[in-house]
């Protein structure tokens, strides 16, 4: 019998049991990696003749970078394209697009703008769709966070989670995060850029938003943040004048756990959502986390091919 097709548009889509086989699956292959260089494939290349097509609609650094360096450590290959230079970008309906994709690869990676985009793309495509980020969710950075956060010793279960700035897609996948493997969040955003009532209910009672930053971080065993102004946005004084409470700085780090750690997607506008001696400082884990994209995404790409969970 055909297996059904596994798209992973966000992390429900595994559910508990499966982001922890992907996260138990990323932490053991990158360990076995462990001083190889980077184009060495994986023991086993279990991707071995498959084919990776990546869409992008929005630039990208870490996520083009990290999925393709994930399809060839797992003995496969890419072909990455930006939307402008398709025929999509010309008119072609999303919808025929991955008719025609689905019979080229045997994956396709979007980022795009408008979620609905991708659930599109999902309908009609054969092969497995993967969510590189759409304005409603980042769920392959979610897993990433995740493991970032298990490697620094944490269990996740009763984890205390804080998030400051702006409630977006970041936030989303959080709160999500939260729902599903048992940990709490608390989001302080200002007025105006908060989560909606449904994103919030992700967290199936482990998410909750708050006024003040320094009520968030109190007690808190992990500080998240990213960018106030996202990709396509303009760079709005008014935001980031009501951003700037929400700002994380050494001062507020002091208010969480001793132990907390700092977590930021990435890209950073250093003075802004965070200070540079926090950034730079001994309780940020920035670099493992943007690493972790990499060894995170070969898992997820495992799971979307069935050979996980």
Known sequence: MTRPVRHFLDLSDAGPDGVAAILADALDRKAARAGWPKGKV?????LAGRVLAM???????????SFDMSIRQLGGTSIVM??????????????????????YVDAIMVRTDDHAKLVEMAHHATVPVINGLTDYSHPVQMIADLQTIIEAGFALPGLKVAYLGDGNNVLTSLMEAAGLMHFDVIAACPQGFMPTEAEVALGKGRARVVGTAREAVE???????????????????????AMMPFQVTSQLMAAARPHAKFLHCL???????????????PQSLIWQEAENRLHAQKSILLWAFGLLG
């Open 55 to 65: 869409v992008f609609e929005k630039n990208s650094t870490r996520t083009r970078v």
């Open 82 to 103: 930006d939307a402008g230079q398709m025929q999509i970008g010309r008119g072609e309906t999303i919808a025929d697009t991955a008719r025609v994709l689905s019979g």
């Open 219 to 241: 007690g808190a065993d992990i500080v998240v943040t990213d960018t106030w102004i996202s990709m396509g946005q303009e760079h709005a004084d008014t935001k980031l004048a």
């Open 267 to 281: 890209p950073a506008h250093r003075e802004e959502e965070v200070t540079t001696e926090v950034i730079d400082g």
């Open 42 to 46: 994986d023991a086993d290349a279990p």
